[in-house]
């Protein structure tokens, strides 16, 4: 399984980015997948998680209202559109895949490289 995110970059407060997770190597719609974020110093926290049919999908609560994530699985792809970022947003960025839609590091058995999402003030 290969996850390979992108989309990161610099923007200022109140921007927008959107992420996104390209996957091969397994049945894309049978998973669900997650976005999770490090600063230095920091564990690895959770961002968001959407299922394999789209029908679930759970956010951290500093994000709510201004993260959506999505998902295509035709193009085997998923999404983070980031709306309203705060400097507080401003992390690597890693999409991960896992067999439940989880708020837990450790449920995910496969993850991307990271990108950077730098948030200017």
């Known amino acids: 399984v290969q996850l390979q995110a992108s989309g990161g970059g610099l923007v200022q407060a109140g921007g927008s980015l959107r992420l996104s997770c390209a996957a091969s190597?397994?049945?894309?719609?049978?998973?669900?997948m997650g976005w999770f974020r490090q600063t230095p110093g920091k564990e690895r926290e959770f961002v968001a998680v959407i299922s394999g049919s789209s029908r679930t999908t759970y956010y951290k609560d500093s994000v709510k209202g201004r993260f959506t994530i999505s998902r295509d699985n035709v193009k085997n792809t998923a999404y983070l559109q980031m709306n309203s970022l705060k400097p507080e947003d401003t992390a690597v960025y890693y999409c991960?895949?896992?067999?439940?839609?989880?708020?837990?590091?450790?449920?995910?058995?496969?993850w991307g490289q990271g990108t950077l999402v730098t948030v200017s003030s």
């Open positions: 190597g397994r049945t894309f719609s049978r998973y669900s």
């Open positions: 991960a895949q896992s067999g439940t839609s989880s708020r837990l590091y450790s449920e995910y058995d496969y």
